[in-house]
């Protein structure tokens, strides 16, 4: 399941945002049918800012995954990419 993998992951880190890119879209009805009890689940689409706000007024103990339901941005595109500087 993928939302272990992402609740061992947030163990992991000392950040608490993890950035999940799904192109396939093989993970979207496990993790919108996910009780939301250990992390948030922002879906991405083109709604960068109303994500950077949820970001910046979360809860300090909340931890949020972002969901993209698109490929992930190569890596020279990251300077680019909207919500990079979370």
Not at 36 to 45: E, G, P, S, T
Not at 70 to 82: D, L
Request: charge should be negative; proline fraction near 3%; avoid cysteine.
């Amino acid at each position: 399941m993928i939302t272990e993998k992402i609740k061992q992951k947030f163990s992991e880190i000392d950040f608490p945002i993890l950035f999940l890119f799904d192109a396939d879209q093989e993970y979207e009805e496990e993790l919108m049918s996910y009780d939301q009890a250990d992390f948030k689940i922002l879906q991405v689409n083109s709604n960068f800012f109303s994500i950077k706000y949820a970001v910046e007024y979360r809860e300090k103990a909340d931890k949020i995954l972002l969901y993209h339901l698109s490929e992930e941005p190569k890596e020279k595109e990251y300077i680019n990419y909207p919500l990079t500087d979370l």
